[in-house]
């Protein structure tokens, strides 16, 4: 059955920026209770965005876990269960708005996924903050979801993407495919250089999110040569999500972390640049938390993605 419509808490966030219009925005409707799954779809075809999320009371069994909200995320094309910026975007309006955590300190979201804590970083009292206006005066960060698939690309998928990119086999230093909710086809060059001067052909990409990363030029004591010291620069196409390309993209930074991290083609902790190529400056702050081995042997690192974020938007809209 179908809410009539009313007006509801609205915000729209700028992620992975402290500059209004220069980074990843989303749309946050603060009150989706009520609304079918068929008026959130088609409010997220209106925005445009490449995300528009919805924050609803956490499930019971959410709740039960220790769930502070639960969220869902739409792009223009239909729902995902993980994103990035819209987590990072979310967790800020809902705090603006004056939401407080059940545990002091952490964050706890609920969605498609299952539970995804986030914190400050570096972490502060999540239970005082200030309003929305241009920041909430830190950087909050998201534990990069375990992945679901980590594997090779196929060679036809691989060859498909490399033309379309207009590259040559030899340009692609490695490639994975990962998968942390979205399916990530991620292709490592070898310079940031390559990255940027990618001008690929959409009609050859295919229904598939593809990710492109290339590193800046390390200057020794874990310093590189990249715009606000950024060691890698990030393009992310999400055609089965209908964008292009995406201006600055948490789920695929997480991976390309996940992935690079363990055999230090990366550092334990570094900045991203994304959105070069279309006039934005997102800066992801990527940062590993290197835990002990468990009794089955496997590794318990974290990975915590995290950015600023600006509300540009505060109001109402009916829904």
Known sequence: MTTPPRLRPFSQVDVFTTTPYRGNPVAVVRDAVGLTDDQMAAFARWTNLSETTFLLPP????????????????????????????????????????????????????????????????????????????????????????LLADEPVDLSTLTAIT???????????????????????????????????????????????????????ALGDGRYDGPDGAAVEVRGYALDMGIPEDPVTGSLNAVVAQWLQPDGLLPAEYVASQGTALGRAGRVHVRRDVGDDGRDGARRDTVWVGGDAVTCIDGTVLL
Do not use: M
């Open 59 to 146: 499930s019971p069994e959410g709740a039960a876990a220790g769930a502070d909200y639960r969220l869902r995320i739409f792009t223009p094309a239909g729902e995902l269960p993980f994103a990035g910026h819209p987590t990072l975007g979310s967790c800020h309006a809902w705090l603006a708005a004056g939401g407080t955590p059940r545990v002091a300190g952490t964050v706890v979201q609920e969605c498609g996924i299952g539970l995804v804590p986030l914190r400050r970083s570096p972490a502060t009292d999540l239970t005082a903050l200030p309003d929305g206006g241009a920041s909430t005066g830190g950087r909050l960060a998201f534990a990069a979801p375990h």
């Open 163 to 217: 033309r379309a990119l207009g590259l040559e086999a030899r340009d692609v230093v490695d490639h994975r495919f990962l998968d942390n909710g979205p399916g990530w086809r991620v292709l490592l060059l070898g310079s940031a250089e390559k990255v940027l001067a990618l001008d690929p052909d959409f009609t050859g990409l295919g229904d598939l999110a593809i990710g492109v990363v290339g590193p800046y030029t």
